[in-house]
């Protein structure tokens, strides 16, 4: 999962993201999250990718090839971080295929705004992956229930 | 002539990455955001390749294929699929539909370039005399 992150960010952008060691998780003012869900016979769940409102746009115009300020719908900033979650929970998803634990995807889904939280459903697993790239923090949050 | 690319992905960000990718090739590129959408440009616009996402609302890629393998003016179009998911069982599914290839996500414009190329003869757009 962090491999794969690192390598949405890398392949993508050409931006260096790195796993910090488990702290408190960062507190955006303002947030954008990407998040896709994924079921089957045996696992259910979802991956929320969160970060900064201004560090979303930083990083869709980095995909679309723009620059920041070019970026004048949020729309645009939507899509690419629906994508990016797309392509984060696909690692997942492949994870799980691997071991034996098929699942399919839904499509992304884009929560904006401030001091939200996302509570698991009963006896869902909750796990946090906090990364760092170019000084900003992207948070990526789990939640999986195996059957 | 142009050769003709389909793009099928409702991520319009995809969409444009792959249309950056072709813009050096003398390529006419047409979009879909859906596989419904994908099979009616594919019927109109015979494209000379699909690329085509998986996981879309409405109709997903592997409907899509399925349906255009079924059809006998569409069966012979060559498809290169764009996909999230590496698993073997998933890779394994999309090579049996009769996929040429498969992307999985992230990717750079210049592997889906090296991939299309084993696929179609692609031409770089001669240059404007100054």
Known sequence: MTRHLVDVFETMVSMQASLQPMADIPLFESRVTGSVGFAGANVT??????????????????????????????????????EAANMVTGGLKSWLCDAGTDCAMSTPAIIRGKSFSIEPAPEVEREWLVFECDKNFIVVEIHIKLN | MATKVLSVDDSRTIRLIVGRAFKPYDCEM?????????????????????????????????????????????????????????????????????????????????????????????????????
């Open chain 1, 45 to 82: 769940g979802a991956v929320y990718l969160h970060m900064s409102a201004p560090f979303a746009t930083t990083f869709a115009a980095a995909m679309l090839g723009l620059k920041p300020a070019e970026i004048s719908d949020d729309n645009e900033v939507n899509d690419v971080i629906g």
């Open chain 2, 30 to 130: 047409v979009e879909a955001c859906n596989g419904e959408e994908g099979l009616a440009a594919a019927a109109r616009e015979k494209p000379d390749l699909i690329i085509l996402d998986v996981t879309m609302p409405i109709m997903d890629g592997v409907t899509m294929l399925t349906r255009l393998k079924e059809d006998e003016a569409l069966k012979a179009i060559p498809v290169i699929m764009l996909t999230a998911e590496s698993g073997r069982e998933n890779v394994l599914h999309i090579a049996k539909l009769g996929v040429r290839d498969y992307l999985v996500k992230p990717f750079k414009e210049d592997q889906l370039i090296e991939k299309v190329g084993r696929v179609i003869s692609l031409q770089k757009k001669a240059a404007v005399p100054a």
